[in-house]
């Protein structure tokens, strides 16, 4: 099977003369479907680049259609429409060749004198001067474009196989990637694979390819006038093109309409929407247009990227503008742009992003470009992993932005770490990740230091500045607020803050960002105040597992969290668990004994789980989940029957759950169980009353 027959090869062109299908062709039976079930159609169109097999369908519906097929020169319609005296089909391959508007005048009129049961098939490269958009709105037009002529997964198989070559399921979907399913492109990879030996040719073949190349040389480029062969080259590194970033690579202007021009010429240049304006290369295409740039001039590539770059980061397309950079070798340019974005997107849920764009620089690339090492620096603050903040720190000349970093590790004391923060300053002017970060440091510095009035000022600042661009920051703004306070008892405060903390986690990606953990380990606290038991328990255990994965962290974080869950273990009756939080709380806040907030805290909740102990709180200890549901409506007016349909439990459930409590909290009494649960700080007697 020859190039030509994957493809189609026209038959001799002569009146009333039909044609045979060559044995060995793959059938296109979905499409010949689609002919012959619009024979009541005058017109039918196949649009595509050369090698989708336009003169090879024709030929196959030939032999599937009773009527005569007869092959034209564009010239010949008239007299054969005259000449018919049966139903046939005229066709006029190559109609490309002939696209002026009096081609079209002669094909419209064509059409019109059609006798009732034949059609007028055209096969073109480009679109025919004809009025398209008219006909497909009055349903006198069957078209089939590249898209349509694709092959799929089963018409490839069988193409490939037919030249001798077997592969795997996993390979042909490489081929159908590559190839997008254009048949030229399938049969010469078939071609080129079926003589070589190696295990990864498959992996590897694409439109540099000897057979490949030759075929859009000879077949495709050859139509281009050199303006329009420099610029196809030129743009090859651009993934998607639209007419102003074309401008800017190119240095020329009318972009948009040369693009329009191609696409319409269906070289291989696909639109990517249907308004014209952004476009792409066939995988194929855009292989062999690279390889022939950097054969051409291997210095014009990187300035092209560089263009590229420039022309995306001015229009706000971070990413674009980072991997032209990045292909051009501008390390230099591509941290500067890298550290631009870092703010923003670590604040914003986009940690990930940076981390994999750091990745694509070695150690030694992050470590002698400044830029670099603080966006490295930041992004392993955002996960909690202050070894490796201080490790690339190290690697960076001293900054604001690396001042206020470091000053969130708190390494040097809270009182250093408020200062350090007031210093430093934000990341930029103007800029309000870092404004809120600096908000952040400065105000946790505050608040720990026993400044509780100037804190709450400066975290409600960072709230305002984290709005828009960086909700994680605002989310711990707020937990701040929240346990400021708690602090202050002011528990309506504590309970809105934590909310609006919580539902910025939630809504901005940031449910797996270590640094979350203390704004669910306020929530925590806070919803277990509230007598919301099972929520409590939930954001707790989210705490802890988040809390698991910081890694030698700043010291006051990891205290000040830790106070919050022991103080939910307390509402939750869980002494041991208490303790045990408050023992580790303790151990950082040796690395930090300046917080005195953080001190007096944990003195607080020891003495609560002390007291919890000796007031006879062993039995409260094992009050269930469902128990102490029970409980936090026990101070109200409702009946337990009452307290059953709220909670939506059976009666006699209730019953048995209130009994349990007075027995583990030795009253024989409903009251009396309420007042030592008061006692014993499991009931806010304020929010029942």
């Not at 002939?98 to 073109?124: E, F, M, N, R």
Request: net charge negative.
């Amino acid at each position: 099977m020859s190039a030509a027959t994957a493809t189609g090869s026209s038959p001799a062109h002569a009146p009333h003369r039909s044609t045979s299908v060559q044995p060995g062709l793959v059938g296109r039976d979905r499409l010949l479907r689609r002919l012959l079930g619009a024979r009541d159609v005058p017109l039918v169109v196949l649009l595509a680049p050369a090698g989708y097999g336009k003169t090879t369908l024709l030929c196959q519906w030939a032999q599937h259609d009773a009527r005569p097929f007869m092959w034209l020169e564009r010239e010949e319609l008239a007299d054969a429409v005259d000449d018919l005296e049966a139903p046939s089909v005229l066709v006029v391959d190559d109609a490309h060749l002939g696209d002026s508007t009096d081609a079209a005048d002669a094909v419209l009129a064509a059409i019109a004198d059609l006798p009732h049961g034949s059609q007028i098939a055209l096969a073109s490269r480009r679109e025919p001067a004809l009025p398209l958009g008219r006909l497909r709105a009055h349903r006198g037009m069957v078209e089939l474009r590249s898209a349509d002529l694709a092959m799929r997964r089963g018409e490839a198989a069988a193409l490939v196989s037919s030249v001798g070559l077997d592969l795997h399921r996993h390979e042909l979907q490489i081929l159908m990637q590559r190839t997008e399913g254009w048949a030229a492109g399938l049969y010469l990879a078939a071609l080129s694979l079926r003589t070589g030996s190696d295990a990864d040719a498959v992996s590897r073949f694409g439109g540099d390819d000897r057979m490949v190349a030759d075929y859009l040389r000879d077949e495709v480029l050859s139509e281009l006038a050199p303006d329009d062969l420099e610029f196809v080259v030129a743009t090859s590194v651009l993934d998607r093109l639209s007419g102003p970033v074309c401008d800017a690579v190119t240095g020329r202007g009318r972009s948009a309409g040369r693009l329009r021009r191609l696409s319409r010429s269906n070289l291989l240049v696909l639109p990517l929407d249907h308004n014209d304006e952004s476009y792409r290369y066939h995988p194929l295409l855009l292989d062999h247009l690279r390889a022939e740039l950097r054969r051409r001039d291997g210095e014009a590539e990187p300035e092209l990227h560089r263009l590229a770059s420039g022309w995306y980061a001015h229009n706000g397309d971070l990413d674009a503008a980072l991997h032209h950079a990045l292909a051009a070798g501008d390390l230099a340019r591509g941290g500067a742009l890298l550290w631009e974005a870092a703010g923003g997107w670590a604040a914003r849920g986009r940690n990930a992003s940076l981390e994999g764009w750091l990745d694509r620089f070695t150690d030694g690339e992050i470590a002698t470009t400044p830029a670099l090492a603080v966006t490295a620096a930041l992004t392993h603050l955002a996960n909690g992993q202050g070894d490796l903040v201080e490790r690339w720190a190290a690697a960076a000349p001293r900054t604001a932005a690396l001042e206020l970093l470091l000053a969130a590790l708190g390494r040097n004391g809270i009182a250093a770490m408020a200062e350090r923060a007031a210093a430093a300053g934000p990341f930029a002017p103007g800029d309000s990740p870092g404004r809120a970060m600096r908000c952040l440091v400065h105000g946790v510095g505050l608040q720990l230091s026993g400044h509780g009035e100037q804190a709450r000022a400066e975290l409600e600042n960072g709230v305002r500045h984290g709005a828009l661009a960086a909700p994680a920051l605002q989310a711990l703004c707020l937990a701040q607020l929240a346990l400021l306070a708690v602090d202050q008892d002011d528990w309506q405060a504590a309970v809105a803050h934590a909310e609006r903390a919580l539902g910025h986690v939630r809504r901005s990606g940031l449910r797996d960002y270590p640094t979350m953990a203390l704004v669910h380990a306020v929530s925590a606290e806070v919803r277990a105040h509230r007598g919301q038991i099972e929520a409590a328990a939930e954001d707790a255990a989210r705490a802890s597992q988040l809390m698991e994965r910081l890694r030698d962290f700043a010291p006051w974080y990891e205290a000040e969290t830790r106070i919050a869950l022991a103080r939910t273990a307390l509402r939750l009756t869980d002494v041991a668990g208490a303790r045990h939080l408050l023992a580790q709380a303790r151990r950082f806040l040796r690395q930090t004994p300046d917080a005195m907030v953080l001190g007096r805290w944990a003195d607080e909740a020891s003495a609560a789980a002390d007291a919890f102990v000796s007031s006879g709180g062993i039995g409260a200890a094992a009050l269930t989940t469902a128990e102490l549901r029970v409980l936090q409506s026990l101070p109200t007016h409702l009946s337990l029957r009452e307290i059953a349909a709220a909670m939506r439990a059976s009666e006699n459930t209730v019953k048995t759950q209130a009994h349990a409590i007075y027995r583990k909290l030795d009253a024989s009494a409903r009251s009396e169980a309420v007042d030592r649960a008061s006692a014993l700080g499991l009931l806010d007697m304020r929010r029942a009353a």
